[in-house]
Each structure stands twice: as C-alpha cells, then as structure tokens.
Nanobody
Framework: QVQLVESGGGLVQAGGSLRLSCAAS????????MGWFRQAPGKEREFVAA????????LYIDSVKGRFTISRDNAKNTVYLQMNSLKPEDTAVYYC???????????????WGQGTQVTVSS
C-alpha cells in the first residue's frame, strides 16, 4: 500500500513555474507507476503525466509536453512534477496517484493524494 501527501501548489502568473511534490510511504513505492492528474472546475479529472517505477520511462499528455517534467527519487519516496511556462488553462487541482505495476499507465490507479490547488493568472 501507498500513502501519498502532496505539496507545492499555489498561485503563479502565466509563464511562471511551480514544482509539485508527492511524498509517499510504503515499502513497495519503488515498484509503483506514479502519475499526476488534474481536475479543473466543471471538468473531468484528466491524466497529465506518468513515470515508471524505475524512472526511465515517462508519458505526458500533449498539452504539457515540453513544459512539464515528471521525475521520482525512490530513495526519498518522492515524485515531482516540475511545471514551467504555466498557462491559465493549467489551473486545476492536481492529484498524485500510484498504480502497482512496472509499466506506464494512464488510468487504473490504486492510491491517490488529497490534491493541491494550482492557479495560474493571466
């Protein structure tokens, strides 16, 4: 099992940067695919990025490619989402998720963090 605690959200102007962190507990953390999702007001939760358990393979939704970078430090039990060149349309509650598996997944996650608000002003 994995317990996830997120931090790093806040308010930023368009073009700025934020780094989200997701601290995880659980002895099997390094064997989980980790993902970031977001949910804007009135919208469905959408997949943003994922990283495999070994940190070698990553996957991004098209709208964030080249701007966001997902990474993980298994020694610290932490996954990050570095967000650069932020746009107002990135405004959402961002959630960290974990799925037991050795591949990249866009759905079927087993555990979730509480969410952290990211607001990007024009």
């Amino acid at each position: 099992q994995v317990q996830l605690v997120e931090s790093g959200g806040g308010l930023v102007q368009a073009g700025g940067s934020l780094r989200l962190s997701c601290a995880a507990s659980g002895r099997t953390f390094s064997r989980y695919c980790m993902g970031w999702f977001r949910q804007a007001p009135g919208k469905e939760r959408e997949f943003v990025a994922a990283i495999s358990w070994g940190g070698i393979n990553t996957l991004y939704i098209d709208s964030v490619k080249g701007r966001f970078t997902i990474s993980r430090d298994n020694a610290k039990n932490t996954v990050y989402l570095q967000m650069n060149s932020l746009k107002p349309e990135d405004t959402a509650v961002y959630y960290c998720g974990a799925r037991d598996g050795s591949y990249l997944y866009t759905n079927g996650y087993d555990y979730w963090g509480q969410g952290t608000q990211v607001t990007v002003s024009s």
